[in-house]
């Protein structure tokens, strides 16, 4: 059964007009899944910019454009795979996550870029120019990545628990536990760079 | 409800994810708590400070894309349940096809038949074998009942003798060894120490538990003969396969040599 109505995404759906085609429809991806080269095009336009942002955040701009196209690679090359048992977002979101992990793996213990640095250098005072945002951006890269995963599908990609757990493998319950987790430690850096909540 | 109760379900309080008995429990120690309200406000901001993110804008690369996927053949493959050929060549190329192949795993879900509790501990023995396996066994341990056993009394609880018992390979010291009484089954555990300070644990249980390795990227190879489940687990491997009638988990291997070494003391050849 597929599924027909996201109400956890459609808060962000409305929010972007860059990717107006999410979550894509369930046409498209069956077309996309007779391998017809327009339906995959349709699918990538409908999707590049969720991956695009999702492997952002998680790995950083240098990698970001190589692990969407890795993504969509895998996409593509297993979306006959894809039985509509979950929702297309989470098993998409699921490949990304895992090749923003394969690359990390592979580039063990080298910092995801270049703001780490800065922070480790920072001096107190200096923060407080910094913009809370950019605070955010530089504290989500010190957090686990497995923290980081969970807070960014909620709160940049707005999932439900049950979702989340859908794309990570995991139950709805650790979910709720790890994204609990996340926030602190997250505030816990957030605060350590300056963050005056 | 304490404030330890209701701070462990702010986030889903927050993210209206509570069942409304609960939620109005968690809002109505909120409301009188400094604290919590307190920490309350702090993720609320937090999410607000997300939602302040720039978004990144991604290039058109679909020209590259197309272009890649007309060179290179669909998998035709057969998928095994995890996604993944079952091999039947060395374990250096497991290495390499955990890399390659450890996406194509992902696609499909691990479905979890124990309780919630069961991966989430698992899950938590993960992270903490990294920084100390003594402490990631405590965490197990205290979780289900772990008595901590000999030879003796492990062949008592269990009814039958575990595997290690039938020796250890050069170089490995048994630390500690308990029973735990875990969802699963009643499930062995040893700690082993090896001289260049590393630590594994070896499992000896009921039937296979993928729901213990979670997501992890994992592929599955023939070791000795039998079918097996190598999983990478950020700096080390775990690897699972059966042990006479029950299963064998080993967890902490540095690389896939360490693995087979391990596994073939205990397990006798398999097949071709």
């Known amino acids: 059964m597929w599924p027909n109505e996201h109400p956890n995404l459609s808060e962000t759906a409305q929010s972007s007009a860059l990717d107006s085609g999410w979550p894509p429809a369930e046409e498209v991806i069956r077309t996309a899944q007779g391998g017809d080269r327009q339906g995959q095009r349709r699918l990538y336009d409908a999707c590049r ?5 999702l492997a952002y955040r998680m790995i ?14 895998q996409v593509f090359r297993n979306i006959t795979q894809f039985a509509g048992q979950s929702r297309f977002e989470t098993w998409l979101f699921r490949i990304v996550l895992n090749e923003c992990f394969q690359l990390r793996r592979r580039r063990a213990r080298r910092p995801a870029y270049s703001l780490c640095v800065d922070v480790m250098d920072h001096e107190p005072g200096q923060e407080r120019s910094t913009d809370a945002s950019d605070l955010l951006e530089m504290a989500l890269l010190q957090l686990d990545p497995d923290l980081r995963s969970i807070f960014l599908l909620r ?3 707005h999932l439900g628990y049950e979702a989340i757990g859908e794309a990570l493998g995991i139950p709805a319950g650790t979910v709720a536990s790890r994204l609990n987790r996340a926030r602190r430690e997250l505030q816990g850096i957030l605060i350590a760079l300056g963050w005056e909540p | 409800m304490n404030c330890r109760e209701v701070q462990e379900q702010l986030s889903a309080l927050l993210d209206g994810e509570l069942s409304e008995n609960v ?26 400070l997300a939602t302040s993110l720039s978004t990144p804008v991604a290039s058109n690369a679909w020209e590259a894309l197309s272009s890649e996927l007309a060179n290179t053949a669909p998998s035709s493959e057969a998928l095994t349940r995890f996604g993944i050929p079952r091999l039947n060549s060395k374990w250096a190329v497991a290495a390499g096809l955990l890399l390659v192949c450890g996406t194509v795993g992902l696609v499909l879900a691990f479905q979890s038949h124990h309780s919630h509790n069961m991966a989430e501990a698992f899950d938590h023995f993960l992270v903490e074998f990294a920084k100390s396996p003594s402490q990631a066994e ?8 772990g008595q901590p056993v000999t030879a003796t009394k492990a062949e008592r609880l269990l009814n039958y003798r575990p595997a290690i018992y039938r020796g250890l390979p050069p170089d490995y010291s048994l630390n ?13 555990q040893a700690n082993l120490a090896s001289n260049d300070g590393g630590g594994i644990a070896v499992f000896e249980h009921n039937g296979e538990q993928d729901e213990w390795f979670g997501v992890r990227p994992s592929t599955e ?38 693995v087979e070494r391990l596994l073939a003391f205990w397990i006798p050849e398999h097949g071709p």
């Open chain 1, 60 to 73: 950083g701009p240098d990698d970001a454009a190589d692990v969407s196209q890795q993504t969509f690679l």
């Open chain 2, 176 to 188: 500690s060894a308990y029973v735990m009484k875990m969802p699963c089954c009643t499930c062995f």
């Open chain 1, 155 to 157: 709160e940049i990609e």
């Open chain 1, 49 to 53: 910019e969720r991956v695009y942002r």
């Open chain 2, 221 to 258: 190879v023939l070791c000795r003969g039998m079918p097996t489940r190598l999983v990478q687990i950020d700096s080390y491997l775990a690897a699972s396969c059966p042990c006479g009638p029950r299963y064998l988990t080993i967890v902490g291997a540095k690389n896939v040599e360490e």
């Open chain 2, 138 to 145: 405590a965490v197990l341990s205290t979780m289900y009942e």
């Open chain 2, 23 to 48: 939620a109005a429990q968690v809002a109505s120690h909120v409301e009188s708590c400094p604290d919590c309200s307190e920490q309350l406000r702090v993720f609320r901001e937090l999410s607000r």
